[in-house]
């Protein structure tokens, strides 16, 4: 059976000396996803986005997985905002909002990195960050240093030509010797003369464990998809204070709710609330 279009692969894996754990990730097909869902939003917007995707996904794989992970970043850059939000069954999605379109990077501070995480058992857990100089995986690799107390490398890639992206989170494990660190280094800065094409699954474990092998912990397929429905929309309108609903139905006619993740349009009505009271 063929493959849904948008579908991509986070990939989980140890080195076998146990020193290094590593996640890979083959975002091209989330790129195609940011493409259609965003029409309005030009090339380089849309690799802005894909990276903090990517980031999400590779963040979420920590966990392996069983939680919602959400990233949003505002700050003083040609992005005003940009999130990311990363389902335990596999669904991710993003929007961005266009900000100064004179700064010279999408993601520029002051501003903030809000992270959220949450799973079925509990309450989210929001924490936020003040944003650093530097692009979206120095502001991971400060969160995870800073918050989660994880020496990590954030690699992002994504081609505003060709849209091939991808992303490799490297981490270290305790005890791991001087030497080792060195050549992982070594191996991440010369990641830059490969090109994006070459950077599969398999070539990135290679790179990393630098022939020594890896073994595979967990793996989970991406599909680019929004989550909104017309029911979830009106279960949200229907929390609103009543006089919040009342300001918004003082014209006569539906009222237009756009999903900001997808633009899908939603005409909702005064009875299509009070249906929810009945």
Not at 62 to 84: D, N, P, S, W, Y
Not at 193 to 207: D, G, I, K, Q
Not at 215 to 230: K, M, N, Q
Request: proline share 6%; hydrophobic share 40%; aromatic share 6%.
């Amino acid at each position: 059976m063929e493959e849904p279009i948008h579908q991509a692969r986070v990939i989980k894996a140890l080195t076998r000396d146990r020193h290094i754990r590593l996640s890979s990730l083959n975002a091209t097909p989330l790129w195609d996803g940011v493409r259609r869902g965003h029409p309005h939003l030009d090339p380089e917007a849309c690799a802005c986005l894909t990276e903090l995707l990517s980031a999400t996904a590779l963040l979420q794989g920590r966990t392996v997985f069983e939680e919602r992970l959400q990233l949003l970043i505002k700050g003083a850059g040609r992005a005003k905002a940009v999130v990311a939000d990363c389902w335990p069954d596999g669904t991710i999605r993003g929007v961005l909002d266009l900000g100064n379109p004179e700064a010279q990077d999408w993601v520029a501070a002051p501003g903030v990195l809000q992270v959220m995480r949450s799973n079925p058992a509990g309450q989210p857990y929001i924490g936020n960050l003040e944003l650093v100089a530097g692009g979206i995986q120095v502001q991971v690799e400060h969160y995870l240093q800073s918050s989660e107390q994880v020496q990590a490398s954030l690699t992002l890639w994504c081609d505003p030509g060709t849209g091939e992206a991808g992303g490799l989170l490297v981490e270290l494990l305790p005890n791991c010797p001087p030497a080792r660190l060195a050549r992982l280094v070594q191996a991440i800065e010369g990641l830059e003369v490969v090109p994006y094409w070459e950077r599969t699954a398999e070539f990135l474990a290679t790179w990393v464990s630098q022939g020594e092998g890896t073994e595979e912990l967990a793996s989970v397929d991406l599909t680019y998809r929004c989550r909104c429905t017309r029911e979830a929309l009106l279960e949200t309108l229907r929390r609103f204070p009543a006089a919040q609903k009342a300001d918004l139905f003082k014209d006569e006619g539906p009222l237009e709710v756009r999903c900001d993740y997808c633009g899908a349009m939603y005409p909702i009505t005064r009875v299509d609330l009070l249906a929810g009271n009945a």
